[in-house]
């Protein structure tokens, strides 16, 4: 009896919302004891704890006896025995039913369910009851069909969750916070316009006799022999260094050891032997060590100019720019890691502080949802770190989701507790997510998407609710008192 009643709840009116929607909010008034007339259904809702309501419907007798008659007629369709004397489907006497499939109780527990696929769900949509999971009956299945009787009014109580009702203790806007701010790194935006300027050098001839310099570029024709044990040469190194035209930048460190020390003060036109070890740690261990020697042929030198970053110098890189604009640019290149960890900082000090006002009771049902999905989550973090299919199976059990619900219940409440105070400031200030930036997200996730087994409501659901909530962050961030306290990159 019990299952049957309950699968009476797997209409759509009924399926949970999940966490992910809780932006998506419902408008609805305060719940309080109030009653409500469905044609002939009265239902009578009472706010309980925890964001759940009790609803006593009452069906009246005329719907009782419907509900009979109809169990009986779909009892004689649906019949797998013959009822002897009569055809299957033909209008069976009801005392010779009732003996046929075993007494009253079988069609009473038919009536019932029918009550509760018909007037139990329209009750309920009519309740102005903004359910959010499924809705579970009270009255114990035995009680039920002994109280049943055909013709005569019966009381079925039913509770289900509700989205919750959101309070703020003071105002959202004025929020006093303090912000912890990442310094921008200067050292690292010098060296990265040093970059950009070398990456534009500029390459001069010299004069004849001229003889090379750090700094300056050899044009080079080179060949690497490496060295046998007996101090004689053995075979050419083809694939290490060799090459006709080869351009060798005479700065420290650009090149093995000992490569451009013997070729600076040398002119164009000498052949040098500069003998060489590979350190030990070169990128291709079987190098390390071997010794070797490099015939270079010096063909040209060139001074390198390395440029200002002058007029020219930006409009070679974009007609329209200047190098104030260029120098703007790698400022926000190289700092923008500083900048959204100081925005992160932020919005989490402004989280922080919108939660310390915010009252409301979480519906049992997210918890569990959540929770739920935390724990897959994990299970699937689990499985790349090395575990097998089966290690992982064996620890999906009963106990260790509710060691894991436990730990994780206080984070659980925090986070669906911001989730509704964010979707509750969303429709104060009428914040919605533009459609096309939504589908451009989506696009761009799509196939992510697909890989985690998202499947594209469940996509849109996830990325409406960021977007929504990173547009509530920008919104109490313009309207907050935001002190910013400079502190060390390692802090």
Known sequence: MAAILFSAWNAQAFIPRLPANLYQRQQHSKLSLYSTLSENVQTTV?????????LFVTVPGTLTRKA??????????????????????????????????????????????ILCEDALKKAIDE?????????SLVSHPETLIAAFKPGEPIVMELT???????????????????????????EKVKQALESLRKKRVRLVDTAPGYEGKLGDSAIVNMQAFQMLSDGTRGPEMRNIAAGEGVEVVLEEGRFLPGVVEGLVGKPAGCKVVIPVTFPENIRDPQLAGIKAEFEVEILELKNRIVPEIDEQFAKEIRPDLTPEGIKQEVV??????????????????????????????????WIVEETRRKFALMMQEVSTQGKSEEEVKK?????????????AYPQTVKTLMLGVATAKVAEDEGLQVDPLELQDQIDLRKLEAERQGLDEKALRDQL???????????RLADQADVTYVDVSDDA
């Open 464 to 474: 409406e609710a960021k977007l929504l909530a990173d547009m509530v962050l920008d």
């Open 160 to 186: 289900v969750d509700v989205y919750p009702e959101v309070e703020f203790t003071g105002p959202y806007a004025g929020l006093k916070v303090q912000v912890d701010r990442i310094p921008l790194e200067n």
């Open 68 to 113: 009979y008659d109809q169990a009986c007629k779909r009892m004689i369709e649906e019949s797998k025995t013959s009822i002897p004397g009569f055809r299957k489907g033909q209008r069976v006497p009801e005392q010779v039913l009732l003996n046929a499939v075993g007494g009253p109780q079988v069609i009473i527990n038919e009536a019932l369910d």
């Open 127 to 135: 309740s102005d009851v903004k359910a959010v999971g499924q809705a």
């Open 332 to 365: 926000d290149a190289v700092n923008a890691d500083a900048e959204e960890r100081t925005k992160m900082n932020r919005n989490k000090a402004l989280e922080e502080a919108l939660l310390a006002i915010t009252r409301a009771e979480i519906p049992e049902c």
């Open 395 to 407: 620890m999906i059990t009963k106990e260790n989701f509710e060691k894991y619900r436990e730990i």
């Open 46 to 54: 009472e706010a309980r704890a925890n964001s759940s309501v009790a």
